[in-house]
């Protein structure tokens, strides 16, 4: 379902079930959390995340149903996985195509550089789908302000590669097929400068924003709560 590698100066993340547009079931999860711990172990200054077929992803997996472990530990999962590409000492970058949706806009966003293929689209749609997106809450403002981040939560709209540039959820639009060269071009050029340089930014960065960016657990304990009473609309 993932496709891990190192070479040289960078790692290499491949979301690889394109048959299910790259949907994060539980496994695809854990995979995805494995290779993000082994490509911050790797000593690459690079980290280059990447999708095979027509779609980067479409976010979780809402139709899996999963008895053998709790709510609060599957979701959980999210905020282990968005650590860790925060944290990734060097630069992430990310390669979006096609839909990038719910958790799939929360990669672009929290990799260093987000590049957007032209016709990519992005979108927090978890209210499409019967759920409130706490933890996209708590970090999406950071991004694109408290009103346009409650504009796209409550609407769950679509959001084109444009409107994603210019709302500071893309680094970069491309065409479609200049995505890996353009990863590749980074990459090089991030080979010749010095990696503790490059390392000392991203721990900075890492220091001065962890106290704002850090999901907080009480969002996935109140989700938990809401879906376990039934999804109520009027909340006690």
């Known amino acids: 379902m993932i496709r891990y590698e190192t070479r040289g100066p960078a790692s290499y993340i491949t979301l690889d079930t394109p048959e299910t547009s790259n949907k994060f079931t539980y496994g695809l999860m854990n995979d995805f959390i494995d290779a993000l711990k082994a490509a911050g172990n790797s000593g690459a200054i690079a980290l280059v995340i990447k999708a095979t077929g027509k779609d980067f992803t479409l976010g979780r997996d809402q139709s899996e149903r999963r008895t053998d472990v709790s709510r609060t530990a599957n979701l959980s999962l999210i905020l282990t996985a968005n650590s860790l590409l925060r944290n990734f000492p060097g630069v992430s970058i990310s390669l979006i195509q096609g839909r990038a949706m719910g958790f799939g806009s929360g990669i672009a966003l929290h990799s260093s550089i987000s590049v957007g293929a ?119």
């Open 118 to 236: 032209q016709n990519c689209i992005l979108g927090y749609d978890e209210i499409k789908h019967g759920l409130a997106p706490l933890v996209v809450m708590h970090y999406l403002p950071r991004y694109v302000g408290p009103k346009v981040a409650a504009d796209l939560i409550y609407t769950g709209r679509d959001i084109s590669a444009d409107e994603a540039f210019r709302l500071n959820m893309l680094s970069r639009v491309v065409p479609a097929d200049q995505l890996e060269h353009t990863a590749e071009k980074i990459v090089e050029e991030l080979s010749s400068y010095p990696a503790g340089a490059i390392r000392l930014l991203q721990r900075y960065e890492q220091k001065t924003r962890q106290e704002a960016v850090e999901p907080n657990i009480l969002g996935i304990d109140m989700l938990v709560e809401w879906i376990e009473n039934g999804k109520p609309d009027i909340l006690p």
